[in-house]
């Protein structure tokens, strides 16, 4: 069956560094369009970073250009989220979702905290 499975979250102090993962199972993970979401508490969901099937071009919210960077490796049907000098407004679920014309799925989610 479909699976996205996100790591790499946890808590890390304000200025540092996380990789989150997803990894994908189930479908053709090549030919899907990925991307990272967030959610804060009391907040709506919202898009982090994008990227195409074919590894570009990205796609970033304002609030994490120059910060994060998402990259996909398609021979191991992950995606990846760096994200660098955290802060903690960053401090939300973050969850992988994958898209293909009407098809949605998405990663149950990874817990990041920012705070000292």
């Known amino acids: 069956q479909v699976q996205l499975v996100e790591s790499g979250g946890g808590l890390v102090q304000p200025g540092g560094s996380l990789r989150l993962s997803c990894s994908a199972s189930?479908?053709?993970?090549?030919?899907?369009?990925m991307s990272w979401y967030r959610q804060a508490p009391g907040k709506e969901r919202e898009l982090v970073a994008a990227?195409?099937?074919?590894?570009?071009?990205?796609n970033y919210a304002d609030s994490v250009k120059g910060r994060f960077t998402i990259s996909r490796d398609n021979a191991k049907n992950t995606v990846y989220l760096q994200m660098n000098s955290l802060k903690p407004e960053d401090t939300a679920v973050y969850y992988c979702?994958?898209?293909?014309?009407?098809?949605?799925?998405w990663g149950q989610g990874t817990q990041v905290t920012v705070s000292s």
């Open positions: 990227l195409t099937r074919a590894g570009g071009p990205t």
């Open positions: 189930g479908f053709t993970f090549s030919i899907y369009d």
């Open positions: 979702k994958a898209a293909f014309r009407k098809y949605d799925y």
